[in-house]
């Protein structure tokens, strides 16, 4: 029984059980005499290894020491997972990437990935299904956690980007009323107006149109 409760304390606590699968990889590798881990990071000159070094860093929950490779792999040049493997394994280990950077709170890295993953699949599909999943992530970041974090131009831009996107008529007719809502609070009324027309024409019972439309005259009027 006391077994079964040290094992149950560790595994159910995330840090104990990536500790304790640290440990038993390194035993393995002392009975083995190969550590296909070291054997990866060693060839840090390696862009194909570093790649492989990524992957294998996200299966083995270690997240830390992925992004830290990833990071380093852009001096590279052009380095993309995908050269080096299968493309939808690339495009997976990417989504698990850009949810590592939005855990951490980086989030314009996050949208980056998330965005060439919406552009990849549109142009294949992978993740079919799931896809559901990946643009949800992308609208939640870009329309409750960018805003205040970024310099609002900067923010303005990215929703143009995202209408750009095409990833559904709905999607759409949200970014655009969060531009307009930007719009409005910076009395550009002409924009404002246009992309109010604009989300109205894609989703006309969009919740928080009516409002904005309402409130447009009267801002104008003061």
Request: charged residues 35%; hydrophobic residues 35%.
């Amino acid at each position: 029984m006391r077994l079964v409760l040290e094992a149950y304390r560790i595994l159910s606590d995330s840090e104990k059980r990536r500790a304790y699968d640290r440990s038993l990889r390194k035993q393995q590798t002392e009975q083995n005499g190969f550590n296909y881990h070291t054997f990866l990071r060693q060839r840090s000159g390696d862009p194909q290894s570093q790649a492989k070094l990524i992957v294998y860093d996200l299966l083995h929950n270690l997240e830390d020491e992925a992004l830290e490779v990833y990071e380093r792999s852009k001096g590279f040049g052009d380095f993309r997972l995908e050269r080096w493997m299968d493309r939808g394994d690339a495009m997976d280990a990417e989504y698990c990437i850009a949810e590592e950077y939005e855990k951490r709170g980086k989030l314009l890295k996050a949208y980056a990935i998330y965005k060439r993953l919406i552009g990849m699949e549109q142009e294949k599909p992978w993740f079919r299904y799931y896809f559901d999943v990946v643009a949800l992530r992308f609208r939640t970041l870009l329309l409750q956690k960018l805003p205040g974090r970024i310099d609002e131009d900067d923010y303005l831009d990215r929703l143009t980007e995202a209408i750009s996107l095409n990833i559904g008529v709905r999607d759409s007719a949200q970014f655009l009323r969060k531009k307009a809502e930007i719009h409005l609070r910076r009395k550009e009324f002409d924009a404002a107006r246009q992309e109010l027309d604009m989300a109205a024409a894609l989703v006309p019972r969009l919740p928080g149109l009516s409002a904005a439309r309402k409130r447009l005259p009267e801002m104008e009027s003061e």
